[in-house]
């Protein structure tokens, strides 16, 4: 090859290659710069959510709360949302995409995070997937009564969670309190019975987690050590077993996508029972969407929930801004917001807050909630169900 040719083809090369930066960038969600000042001379932090519909609305109302607020009059807050079941990327597939590829000053400010998935980002990421907040920063982390399971120092809590069953009264007059109760129910009452899929939602994923590790020792529940999965036999056992006894279409098992998809099947009375999160469920009974009949039980052991948390991505612009939006969502008002709007349980002193919602979260026991952190084992359980237990409904 020619000298010329030479140039040539390495012009070519390094067009390429910005251009495959590029897509790269645009495929990950990035923005370069994102934290240049708005038109209003206010500095862009962008928070990045996923999940269901409820946790938007929620979001949503924070936002406008935040930019209306004090701290609303140097920062300017943005919503990035992934709802869950779409099939898009989700949103750690883009910060550990971005981290592997070393961008920097990204629009990944402030995300949304669970204890229970923290440690698969530190896993996927390296312990440097995520900035150390300042607590001089949050003052109002001295109102938090709430701890998180993992991430002390990195994730702030903002909200605590749980699964619990959803029953029609109507129909099942004395719900199950145990884990066998309800297993045994599963198979007296065939097809009433739906879960969702592990990958579309948490409330199909704590089913069959708890089916899983209520084998295991307690420890199991809180360690990605990968030594458990070799402990899951005689969950996944359970679950074949109960698979024939689960809803049924057209002769055949199906798991629902995504929870709303099983919370429907409970609304048009296809099914009695399901397990849901209990914050859906509560949004789900005071707008009314849910017959009044719709009632919510917990079992022992209960089946798992979390704590969720705010993280600072170290490939963001404004870890200043994501701080004062931590702080914020630790204000009454802000807790209030999320109690009204997702019967978010406080991590604040409870009677600080209330709303018509209050009177559900009287039903739930919070000392028996479990906490479930099992980092990319949780990735790993999902695909084993889908080979071994999403087949069999095929």
């Given at each position: 090859m020619t000298q010329k040719k030479k140039s040539l083809f390495n012009k070519?090369?390094?067009?390429?290659?910005?251009?495959?930066?590029?897509?790269?960038?645009?495929?990950?969600?990035?923005?370069?710069?994102?934290?240049?000042?708005?038109?209003?001379?206010?500095e862009t932090v962008t928070l990045w959510a996923?999940?269901?519909?409820?946790v938007k609305v929620g979001m949503d109302k924070i936002v406008k709360a935040f930019n209306d607020s004090e701290a609303g009059e140097k920062y300017d807050l943005k919503l990035e949302f992934i709802l869950s079941g779409t099939g898009t990327q989700s949103l750690s597939d883009r910060i550990i995409a971005a981290t592997e590829t070393d961008q920097k000053d990204t629009d990944y400010d402030l995300i949304l995070v669970s204890d229970a998935e923290y440690s698969s980002y530190v896993e996927q990421g390296g312990e440097d997937v995520f900035l150390p907040y300042?607590?001089?920063?949050?003052?109002?982390?001295d109102k938090v009564v709430t701890k998180v399971s993992d991430g002390d120092g990195y994730l702030v809590p903002y909200r605590g969670t749980t699964v619990v069953?959803?029953?029609?009264?109507?129909?099942?007059?004395?719900?199950?309190?145990?884990?066998?109760?309800?297993?045994?129910?599963?198979?007296?009452?065939?097809?009433?019975?739906a879960y969702n899929t592990p990958g579309s939602g948490g409330a199909g994923s704590s089913f069959v987690q708890t089916a899983i590790y209520n084998f295991?020792?307690?420890?199991?529940?809180?360690?990605?050590?990968?030594?458990w999965a070799a402990e899951w036999d005689q969950g996944f056992d359970l679950l074949k077993e109960l698979n024939g006894d689960m809803y049924q279409s057209g002769g055949k098992v199906v798991y629902p996508n995504k929870n709303q998809g099983t919370l429907d099947l409970l609304v048009n009375?296809?099914?009695d029972m399901i397990p849901a999160w209990a914050d859906m469920l509560i949004t789900n009974l005071s707008n009314g969407t849910l017959p009044d009949t719709v009632k919510m039980a917990q079992i022992e052991p209960g089946l798992t929930g979390n704590v969720d948390g705010m993280a600072i991505p170290s490939i963001g612009s404004n870890s200043e801004g994501a701080q004062a939006v931590m702080d914020f969502m630790l204000t009454t008002d802000a807790q209030q917001i999320l109690l009204d709007s997702m019967a978010a349980i406080p991590v604040i002193d409870s009677s600080q807050v209330s709303s018509e919602n209050s009177k559900y979260l009287e039903d739930l026991n919070i000392e028996s909630f479990r906490t479930s952190s099992i980092g990319t084992l949780?990735?790993?359980?999902?695909?084993?169900?889908?080979k071994e237990?999403?087949?069999?409904?095929q």
């Open positions: 070519w090369l390094n067009c390429f290659g910005l251009l495959l930066g590029a897509l790269v960038l645009t495929a990950c969600g990035t923005v370069l710069s994102p934290s240049d000042e708005s038109s209003d001379g206010k996923g999940g269901s519909d409820n300042d607590v001089e920063n949050i003052p109002n982390l069953l959803a029953y029609d009264s109507a129909k099942v007059a004395t719900p199950p309190k145990t884990a066998d109760d309800l297993y045994q129910w599963i198979k007296d009452n065939p097809g009433r019975f295991l020792p307690e420890e199991a529940m809180t360690s990605s050590d990968p030594k009375g296809e099914v949780g990735t790993e359980l999902n695909e084993r169900w889908d237990i999403g087949t069999m409904a």
